[in-house]
C-alpha cells in the first residue's frame, strides 16, 4: 500500500509540532524519519495511523483518503521503543492475540492461527520460543516477538517507533540488519522512526530528515549523506569541519587559505561555509609553499583501519578533525606537535549571503 500525506500541520497550543509536511511512501519501501529529538517524527506517525488528528492536511492510503477510516480499517501494525508484550500470555499466545480478537465472521480457524504463528516464529527465527513467557525474554527477542505480533494480521502498512532505541548497541545493529532482511521477504512499506543516522543509513530506501517540524531533505539513503540539502542535514548526518569565508569568483577564502568551490556555489562574491568530513581531508607533512591549511597535530586516535587526527588551525586556533588511514598514520609516523597541511579533496558550500 502506498502512503502519501499532504500539507499536514499540527498545532500542541501555541506549538508548531508539524510545518506543512508532504510526503510520499512509495509501495514496498522503507522509509526511515530521521531527526533529533522533538523534531515531530512520532507525531507524523501517530497522524499517519490515525491515532491522532492533524489539524489540517490530508493522509492517503493508495490513493484515497483516509480521514473517514478508524485505526482499525487502516491495517497498520505498530512496534513502539517499549512493547508490551502481554505478561499471562506466552509468546505463541502473545503473536495469536490479534487473531483470535478479529470478529468472529473474519476470524481464522484455530487450525489457521497455529500455522500462522508458527510461521511467524520461523520468520522472526524464534520458534524455541515458544512457550516461554515475555519476563524471560531477552529485549532484542522481546522486539522480535513484537514485531511477529504485529504482523500476524497481515497489515498493508508497518509503523515502527524507535524499536530498537532500548537496546544496546550492539543488539541494535544486529536486529537492524534482521529488520531490513525481514523487509525484503515481506516487502511491507514501512515507516521506520529513528534519531539514529546511521540506522537509518543503513536500513532504510527512503530518509526523510526533519527538523523542528519541517522536512529538511528526502531522499535515498545515499543522496541524503553525499549531498545534503542543508547544513542542518549536513551537521546531522555525521562529524564535519566548517570553514567559514567569502566566496568570489569561484574561489572561497577561508582564514589563510583557499579553496576552489563547487559550481553551485559560484557566485560573484558572497559570505558562505565550507563543509568537509574528516575523511576527506588530505593530510600530509607542512612544506612551505605547498598548498593547504596549516595545522598542528594536537591529538592522534587509532583504531581498527583507521587513524582519527585533532588539528590546529595555525591561522586561528579553530579544531579540525581528520580522519586517515592506519597505514598512512604508521608510514608517516606523526607524532604530536607535527606541522601538518590539510586540503578538502571534496567541499560542499553553503552561501549564506550574496553581496
Ligand atoms: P522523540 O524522538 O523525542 O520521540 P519526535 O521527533 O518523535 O521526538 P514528537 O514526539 O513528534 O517528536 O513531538 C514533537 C513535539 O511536539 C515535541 O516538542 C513534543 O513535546 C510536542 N508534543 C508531542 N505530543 C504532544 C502532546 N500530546 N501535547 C503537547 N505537546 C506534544
Redesign the pocket.
Known amino acids: 500500500m502506498s502512503i502519501e500525506v499532504r500539507n499536514i500541520n499540527k498545532r500542541?497550543?501555541d506549538?508548531v509540532?508539524?510545518n506543512n509536511i508532504s510526503l510520499k511512501f512509495p509501495d514496498g519501501e522503507l522509509t526511515a524519519l530521521l531527526?533529533?529529538?522533538?523534531?515531530?517524527?512520532?507525531?507524523?506517525?501517530?497522524i499517519i495511523a490515525g491515532l491522532e488528528q492533524a489539524g489540517s492536511g490530508q493522509v492517503l492510503l493508495d490513493g484515497e483518503d483516509a480521514s473517514a477510516r478508524h485505526v482499525r480499517e487502516r491495517q497498520v501494525g505498530f512496534v513502539f521503543q517499549h512493547y508490551v508484550l502481554f505478561k499471562h500470555m506466552t509468546v505463541f499466545e502473545n503473536i495469536a492475540f490479534g487473531l483470535r480478537v478479529k470478529p468472529r465472521n473474519i476470524r481464522p480457524t484455530e487450525q489457521a492461527i497455529r500455522e500462522q504463528v508458527t510461521k511467524l516464529l520461523n520468520l522472526v527465527q524464534l520458534d524455541w520460543l515458544a512457550d516461554q513467557y515475555p519476563s524471560t525474554l531477552s529485549g532484542g527477542q522481546r522486539q522480535r516477538i513484537a514485531l511477529a505480533r504485529a504482523l500476524a494480521v497481515e497489515p498493508r502498512v508497518l509503523l515502527l517507533?524507535?524499536p530498537f532505541g532500548a537496546l544496546d548497541a550492539k543488539v541494535r545493529k544486529e536486529l537492524r540488519r534482521w529488520l531490513r532482511r525481514l523487509h525484503d521477504e515481506l516487502s511491507v512499506t514501512s515507516i521506520f522512526?529513528t534519531?539514529d543516522q546511521e540506522e537509518a543509513l543503513e536500513v532504510a530506501d527512503q530518509v526523510v530528515v526533519?527538523n523542528k517540524?519541517n522536512v529538511e531533505q528526502i531522499g535515498a539513503p545515499a543522496d541524503v549523506y553525499n549531498r545534503p540539502a542543508s547544513p542542518f542535514v549536513y551537521g546531522f548526518l555525521g562529524n564535519v569541519n566548517l570553514f567559514r569565508g567569502r566566496i568570489h569568483e569561484g574561489v572561497m577564502e577561508a582564514g589563510s587559505a583557499t579553496f576552489r568551490v563547487p559550481d553551485h556555489a559560484k557566485v560573484q562574491d558572497a559570505a558562505g561555509v565550507g563543509y568537509v568530513r574528516p575523511h576527506d581531508l588530505d593530510v600530509q607533512r607542512y612544506a612551505p609553499g605547498a598548498e593547504g591549511i596549516a595545522v598542528q597535530l594536537r591529538h592522534a586516535h587509532a583504531i581498527g583501519p583507521l587513524a582519527q587526527l585533532e588539528l590546529v588551525r595555525e591561522d586561528n586556533q579553530e579544531l579540525i578533525e581528520a580522519v586517515i588511514s592506519r597505514d598512512q598514520f604508521a608510514q608517516q609516523s606523526y607524532t604530536e606537535g607535527d606541522r601538518l597541511l590539510v586540503s578538502p579533496k571534496r567541499l560542499d558550500v553553503f552561501v549564506e549571503q550574496v553581496g
Open positions: 500542541f497550543g506549538y509540532a508539524l531527526g533529533p529529538s522533538g523534531c515531530g517524527k512520532t507525531t507524523l506517525l501517530r517507533d524507535e522512526v534519531h526533519m517540524g
